[in-house]
């Protein structure tokens, strides 16, 4: 019985391992963490016959560590370039991502591989939304929705494959996933994001270039600077997508999604009206021309895209609308993790706004968005342990309208009052930051927020 170890005790290595021991591997999980949480797992996974191994560290020289080990899985929060992994590979041994593992059963289905810097999320449950609507099998994975090997391990017992698999999937998924070939790539946007991972912008822009390299078809936003001058030289038939009209794609229009006169147009013909759409921002009118954009190029015809996009409720922590207490909306927006993203949800909303904003800094160039605060906030309260950085740089940009309140549970009330006393008419969570320093993901961060504005108006 082959033998492999898979890294990480998250969703995707939990689903990597039921899949590889469906098939009939030998399978342990490993996590250098020990968590009430991940024990909670490893008795729930030892009673399914996989052992967990909690406070470990992966390294062939280990005692412990299977001399016959044929394969291993490495989850997307493990760095790729680990030198205990290179050593792995260097002496033979297969390495994967749940991505890959996950291709190698349902490579037989057509993907839509949805990657980008922001924007990915929505895209891709949009992309699914439509697929459903027109009747196709086509469940959301990756970094949404399902982890892949969920999928795969579904697919082996079931009747018939899925119709379509919309998979998102991040930079530290492509690097680990060197076969899978999407039959529709799409790159939302390109903006510096991981470099603590990736350590260059080149080798970011690489990486995720890699996976429209393999895609038979290519979706890519025109309205983002760095993909309309960096990704026509080389690539042939690319549906661009613009917000800004039918002259600003870069080449052939009539291979493109547009919008004009308020219509999505698709290979010159109107598919649905923009204000269909129930989300806020000029951003989310480019996902929905990728969505479009993609939906054409499956064949999905223009009634179904255009129901699906009229009842389209939006995403978690996306711009997520909580409720609105004394004329003041609240609005999660925890998926901000980078200036890039919190500028665009900032320019967003209604202005004057308070902005909470914090948690554990990332690189980037933040001049954008601070001047997104000077323009929108009337007030930033600032959380994490970011806060004395970004207090620093708002001082220095001559921005003085800010308090570090650190935890969300002070946050929320203080802006409830600063918003009536300055008439805001928005509380807009946007943190520009991961969320590590405080929450396991920004998820969990966002169901915080959400969880305390609940409680302090209900």
Known sequence: MPTALVIGLGKSGIAAARLLQQQGWQVIVSDRQISPALLNQQQQLAREGIPVWLGHAFDLEATDTPSNLDLVVV??????????????????????????????????????????????????????????????????????????????????????????????????????????????????????????????????????????????????????????????????????????GKSHLPADPNLGVYLE?????????????????????????????????????????SAAIAAAVATFPGVAHRLEHIGTWQGVTFINDSKATNYDAAQVGLAAVKAPAILIAGGEAKAGDDQGWIATIQAQAAHVLLIGSAAPAFAQRLDQAGYHAYDIVETMERAIPRAATLAQQVKAAVVLLSPACASFDQYPNFETRGDHFRRICQEHFS
């Open 75 to 244: 989850s997307p929060g493990v760095p790729w370039d680990l030198p205990k992994l290179q050593a792995a590979r260097d002496r033979g041994i297969a390495m994967v991502g749940e991505i890959e593992l996950a291709w190698r059963t349902l490579g037989q289905s057509p993907w839509v591989g949805v990657t980008g810097t922001n924007g990915k999320t929505t895209t891709t449950a949009l992309i699914a939304a439509i697929f459903a609507q027109a009747g196709l099998q086509a469940p959301a994975c990756g970094n949404i929705g399902f982890a892949a090997c969920e999928l795969a391990t579904a697919a082996l017992t079931a009747a018939q494959p899925p119709d379509w698999v919309i998979a998102e999937i991040s930079s530290y998924q492509i690097e680990s996933s060197s076969t899978v070939a999407p039959r529709i790539g799409v790159w939302t946007t390109f903006t510096p994001d991981h470099l603590s991972r990736h350590y260059t912008l080149e080798n970011y822009f690489r990486i995720k270039a890699s996976l429209l390299q393999a895609s038979e078809q290519r979706v890519l936003n025109a309205d983002d600077p760095f993909l309309n001058q960096h990704c026509v030289a080389g690539w042939s038939d690319i549906c661009w997508t613009s917000t800004q």
């Open 261 to 301: 006169d308020g219509w999505v147009i698709a290979q010159g013909e109107p598919i649905v009206q923009a204000t269909q759409l129930r989300m806020l921002g000029q951003h989310n009118l480019q996902n929905l021309l990728m969505a479009v954009a993609v939906a054409r190029l499956a064949g999905i015809e």
